[in-house]
């Protein structure tokens, strides 16, 4: 197998590997690793979440009780976590069906993460933007900005126009998110 990048018939494509020779496709060896990230962010996020005073308390329902323990979570570690355990699975299916050696395995590791490099940056620009409108109290200054100045039928509209905005400025929907939050 060859991972490829060049243009081919005058289009760029990126991150296509060529099939393994002699080697039949398994879909297996997709399934397993995807879904061992997300079950593996799902286990996570309950793990760094899980907070016993909220599980012992008997008047607070299931979901209610889910959904603190997902939001008190560490969503950075469960992701970090999951992708590194499903990078592995990846990986140790490829060696043990010895469809490559664990060099070349290793080298399209390296050739994904080249890939996602693009992804990866507008996600930690995204959150450092997000961090900048907390730090400028931006949600405290439309607060009071739009408090008794707009009566409440305008919120989803204004909210719209302001994502659509906030879109178009940064090209990230990962921002736009993160700064309406």
Wanted: cysteine-free; hydrophobic content about 50%; aromatic content about 12%.
């Amino acid at each position: 197998a060859r991972y490829r990048s060049e243009p081919i018939d005058g289009e760029a494509v990126v991150g296509e590997i060529d099939k393994v020779e002699g080697k039949r496709e398994k879909m297996r060896n997709a399934i397993i690793p995807v879904m061992i990230i997300v079950f593996g962010t799902l286990a996570g996020l309950i793990v760094t979440g899980y907070q016993p005073d909220i599980w012992n308390d008997a008047n607070t329902g299931f979901f209610t009780k889910l959904s603190a323990t997902i939001g008190a979570s560490d969503s950075y570690k469960a992701l970090l976590w999951s992708s590194f355990l499903g990078i592995t699975a990846a990986v140790l299916l490829t060696i043990s069906q010895r469809i490559a050696t664990l060099a070349t395995t290793i080298d399209w590791a390296i050739e994904g993460f080249k890939n996602m490099l693009s992804a990866v940056s507008i996600l930690i620009l995204a959150w450092a933007l997000a961090i900048v409108t907390e730090q400028l109290h931006t949600s405290d200054f439309m607060a009071s900005f739009m408090s008794g100045n707009v009566g409440p039928i305008w919120f989803p509209i204004i909210t719209f126009l302001l994502a659509a905005l906030v879109s178009f400025s940064t090209g990230s929907s990962w921002s736009t998110m993160a700064i309406l939050y």
